[in-house]
């Protein structure tokens, strides 16, 4: 099975990133393919006191939201994690809860791929040195990843999503 798992768009965290408007536009994009393809949509939400809650744009796309005060969202998640064995990665900030995350996940069995345009941190040094990092994932182009998950033209929602990516 496979999940999707959005670490902490928030609304005062996600507007200070490096790339925030792209992040969003593609964050919003990358959710709409899942959801076309009946993914199940996890996210999580860092303090929500200080930094608000998910962004309104992502939360028709979001099918359950998890509260959590550990950078790394796994002890928050783990529980919804039965049955996934590839789990899709997009969030902010790269270089703390989406590394820890990644980390925990991959330290407990799951394949994890990040989409490259959907992760971010305020500083692009540290995304980088995020990937740097993390030796047993992948990372990949929002449209790598949704041809994969479609494998075929003849996909029920081939025309769709190709819509979507152009």
């Given at each position: ?11 005062k ?17 990358f ?11 996890i ?11 998910t ?21 928050a998640?783990?529980?919804e994690?039965k049955?996934?064995?590839n789990?899709y990665?997009i ?11 990644t ?11 990040l ?10 040094k540290?995304?980088t040195l ?13 449209e ?6 479609l ?9 769709a ?6």
């Open positions: 099975m496979n999940l999707v798992l959005v670490i902490d768009i928030q609304e965290l996600a507007p200070v990133m490096s790339d925030a408007e792209e992040l969003v536009a593609n964050s919003l994009k959710l709409q393919i899942a959801k076309e393809l009946g993914l199940r949509v996210a999580t939400e860092q303090y929500t006191k200080g930094l608000g809650e962004l309104k744009s992502l939360d028709s796309f979001i099918d359950e939201k998890f509260q959590k005060m550990e950078f790394s969202a796994y002890n998640i783990k529980d994690l049955g996934a064995q789990i990665i969030g902010i900030e790269a270089h703390i809860c989406v590394y820890q995350t980390l925990d996940l991959i330290k407990n069995g799951y394949n994890v791929t989409i490259d345009e959907c992760i971010s941190s305020r500083d692009p540290n995304k995020a990937y740097a990092n993390l030796k047993d994932v992948k990372v990949k182009p929002l790598m990843v949704a041809f994969e998950l494998q075929t033209a003849q996909h029920p929602s081939f025309k999503i190709s819509k979507l990516i152009k």
